[in-house]
Antibody, heavy 117, light 110 residues
Framework: QVHLVESGGGVVQPGKSLRLSCAAS????????MHWVRQAPGKGLEWVAL????????KYADSVKGRFTISRDNSKNTLYLQMNSLRPEDTAVYYC??????????WGQGALVAVSS | QSVLTQPPSASGTPGQRVTISCSGS????????VNWYQQLPGTAPKLLIY???RRPSGVPDRFSGSMSGTSPSLAISGLQSEDEADYYC???????????FGGGTKLTVL
């Protein structure tokens, strides 16, 4: 079955960087687009970024454009999110999710990122 | 402020039927299909309904999605205590060029 495991979360100071990883298994990773979606404490879901199956097409939410970079390594079945210039408002649980068409279908368990001095 | 609008809360007693609405605009719900997600307390979201009204395998048929014109809704019949969760609608937005979510509806089983 589909299995997504995020890692790389933690506490980081404002202005610093962090890279999240998402290890995928149970499906043919290289044939699906992948999403990152975040959820601030006590808040709703906010889409962050999307990458096409082959990495050639990437889309970002305006709130992270220019600071975050989504990428993937299909040889390792792994999705990444490089987060630079982090702000306190980026504090959230970050979920990776398999894409089904344009929307997420299966979600990982999430990784907590806390931006605080 | 979420792009899609949902009621913040809903409630019902065991066995009842409840519905949750979702509204948007021509750039999202008006031109693309809707998914619904269930998020149980402390867990990741789970796909409940896709393409407006289709259920993934394993989702009980107590859960159903419908679209009346451009107004999607999620119905839960035979309400059970384990249905207490947050429910989110989502759709692709052609103007924002990405998925958008509703603010979520917290369902309480009384």
């Amino acid at each position: 079955q589909v299995h997504l495991v995020e890692s790389g979360g933690g506490v980081v100071q404002p202005g610093k960087s962090l890279r999240l990883s998402c290890a995928a298994s149970g499906f043919t990773f290289s044939t699906y687009g992948m999403h990152w979606v975040r959820q601030a404490p006590g808040k709703g879901l906010e889409w962050v970024a999307l990458i096409s199956y082959d990495g050639s097409n990437k889309k970002y939410a305006d709130s992270v454009k220019g600071r975050f970079t989504i990428s993937r390594d299909n040889s390792k079945n792994t999705l990444y999110l490089q987060m630079n210039s982090l702000r306190p408002e980026d504090t959230a649980v970050y979920y990776c999710a398999k894409g089904d068409g344009t929307l997420p279908d299966f979600w990982g368990q999430g990784a907590l990122v806390a931006v605080s001095s | 402020q979420s792009v899609l609008t949902q009621p913040p809360s809903a409630s019902g007693t065991p066995g009842q039927r409840v519905t949750i609405s979702c509204s948007g605009s021509s750039s999202n719900i008006g031109s693309n299909t809707v998914n619904w997600y269930q998020q149980l307390p402390g867990t990741a979201p789970k796909l409940l309904i896709y393409s407006n009204n289709r259920r993934p395998s394993g989702v009980p048929d107590r859960f159903s999605g419908s679209m009346s014109g451009t107004s999607p809704s999620l119905a839960i019949s035979g309400l059970q205590s384990e249905d207490e969760a947050d429910y989110y609608c989502a759709a692709w937005d052609d103007s924002l060029n990405g998925p958008v979510f509703g603010g979520g509806t917290k369902l309480t089983v009384l």
